[in-house]
């Protein structure tokens, strides 16, 4: 696909390998890289260097590592505080830590090339190829609540990869969406498929925390009591409450996060 682009020459296979890799296994982080990628004119993902930096020094990897983390220029210092929060999920992820570790390092390559393959690819083969017979699953939870309730005892009969699956594909539509005042379509579904597979709990908090903040309404602070059972889940999203609620350039959010703070823990989420 490079070759017939004209730009084969500028694509490493070792690099293009790891890419796919994320784009396999760790969906969500690779269409992260993808969209920090698309706003750098040399296609380089500042936050993925500093993740990289962040593995190396905490492997004790080198001075090096540490000083390209701290010391780097001040446009990379400005993304890297822009992008904060997503910095924070990559190095609480062991999956994400790992998958950077594998060499080779890609912080300072030009990315452009190999998402211009995803694209051809993604383009070319059709979302089948990406969910296979699970893409039907994954549309039918856009469908609103009462619709998706029913899916459950399909949703159950999912093996864990499948659902993980089902789930990515579902957070990229959600979040592709783009508007976040009020509830978009697929929350429900995601609310269910988390209760017929209560392992993606911990993914479901990480969804909820990409959510930008100061887009959403009021509707993100409840509703997902249904997904949450374990203890670790529920205080997982009180620390996201907390959040919200001292955060300031979403007033409703703040009001709304603080209400539900306010309640008795029975009744939250």
């Not at 609103?144 to 957070?171: I, M, N, S, Y």
């Not at 498929?193 to 100061?214: G, K, M, T, W, Y």
Request: aromatic share 6%; hydrophobic share 45%.
């Amino acid at each position: 696909m490079a070759d017939a682009r004209g730009f084969g020459a500028d694509v490493k296979l070792p690099v293009l390998a790891k890419l796919m890799l994320a784009e396999r296994f760790i969906p969500r982080l690779f269409e992260q890289i993808a969209t920090a990628t698309a706003g750098e004119e040399k296609g380089v993902c500042r936050e993925l260097r500093l993740l990289e930096s962040a593995v190396a020094e905490t492997d004790a990897k080198g001075a090096e590592a540490k000083r390209r983390a701290t010391q780097d220029d001040d446009k990379g210092a400005d993304a890297a505080t822009e992008q904060n929060a997503l910095l924070t999920e990559w190095t609480s992820s062991q999956e994400v830590c790992a998958w950077a570790r594998v060499e080779p390092t890609l912080g300072d390559a030009d990315l452009r090339p190999y998402f211009f393959i995803a694209k051809d690819k993604k383009d070319y083969l059709g979302p089948v190829s990406a969910l296979g017979h699970l893409s039907s699953v994954a549309d039918r939870l856009l469908a609103p609540k009462l619709a998706v309730q029913q899916l459950e005892p399909e949703l159950r009969r999912l093996a864990p990869p499948e659902a993980a699956r089902v789930f990515e594909a579902l957070g990229t539509r959600i979040l592709g969406s783009g508007d976040f005042k009020d509830e978009p379509h697929g929350v429900q579904g995601m609310t269910v498929l988390v209760s017929a597979h209560p392992e993606l709990q911990n993914r479901l908090i990480d969804f909820i925390e990409s959510l930008p903040a100061d887009r959403c309404g009021a509707w993100v602070t409840s509703g997902w009591r249904s997904a949450l059972a374990s203890e670790a889940a529920l205080s997982r999203f009180e620390r996201v409450l907390e959040h919200w609620s001292r955060q300031t350039k979403n007033k409703t959010l703040k009001i709304a996060a603080g209400a539900i703070l306010n309640m008795p823990r029975v009744r939250r989420a």
